[in-house]
Each structure stands twice: as structure tokens, then as C-alpha cells.
């Protein structure tokens, strides 16, 4: 079992950042491939970023290419995702889940979620 707590998200500009964080508990986090994922009013849940069990692999959905970054600390248990440059469209409740495996196209894998945390971009 993991339990994993989201948080980092708020109310910004369009063009600023923020960063994401997701803090596991409960059981060795290292075995598991952590994502990003989010949620927008009426839209399906969709993959943001993946990252490795190591931090050796990442992936990354073509919107958030070259603005984000997802990393990991093991030894803090924590997962991050750094978004720059955010737009109205990046406006979605962001959920972070865990995997055994490191699986970029089926989100139903995932099988630990958190609560999820709003980011809201203004234009």
C-alpha cells in the first residue's frame, strides 16, 4: 500500500510557475513509477508526466514538453513536477499516482492515487 499526498497547486498568472509536490508513505517508494496527471471540468483524465522508479526515465505529454519537469528524491519519498511557463489551458485538479511499472498510455495501471490539488492559471 501507498498513500500519497498531493500538493504545491494555487491560483496564478499565465507565464509564472509552480511546483508540484506528491510525498508518498506507507510503503518503499522506490519500487514504483510515480506520475502526473490531471483533470480538467469536463475533460477525460489525462497523463502529464511519468517518472521512472530510479529518476532515470521520464516521459512527457506533448503539451507539457519543454515547460515541466518531473523528478523524484527517494530519499525524501517525493515526487515533484515543475511547470513553467503555465497556461489557462494547464487549469486542472493535478493528481499524482503510482505504478509497478512504468506505463506512459494506459492510466488505468495506476493504481495508488492522491487527492489531488487545483491549479488554476488566469490569462
Known amino acids: 500500500q501507498v498513500q500519497l499526498v498531493e500538493s504545491g497547486g494555487g491560483l496564478v498568472q499565465a507565464g509564472d510557475s509552480l511546483r508540484l509536490s506528491c510525498t508518498a508513505s506507507?510503503?518503499?517508494?522506490?519500487?514504483?513509477?510515480v506520475g502526473w496527471f490531471r483533470q480538467a471540468p469536463g475533460k477525460e483524465r489525462e497523463i502529464v508526466a511519468i517518472v521512472s522508479r530510479s529518476g532515470g526515465m521520464t516521459y512527457y505529454q506533448d503539451s507539457a514538453e519543454g515547460r515541466f519537469t518531473i523528478s523524484r528524491d527517494n530519499t525524501k519519498n517525493t515526487v515533484y513536477l515543475q511547470m513553467n511557463s503555465l497556461k489557462p489551458e494547464d487549469t486542472a485538479v493535478y493528481y499524482c499516482?503510482?505504478?509497478?511499472?512504468?506505463?506512459?498510455?494506459?492510466?488505468?495501471?495506476?493504481?495508488?492515487w492522491g487527492q489531488g490539488t487545483q491549479v488554476t492559471v488566469s490569462s
Open positions: 506507507g510503503s518503499t517508494f522506490s519500487s514504483y513509477a
Open positions: 499516482a503510482a505504478a509497478s511499472t512504468f506505463e506512459v498510455r494506459s492510466i488505468s495501471v495506476y493504481e495508488y
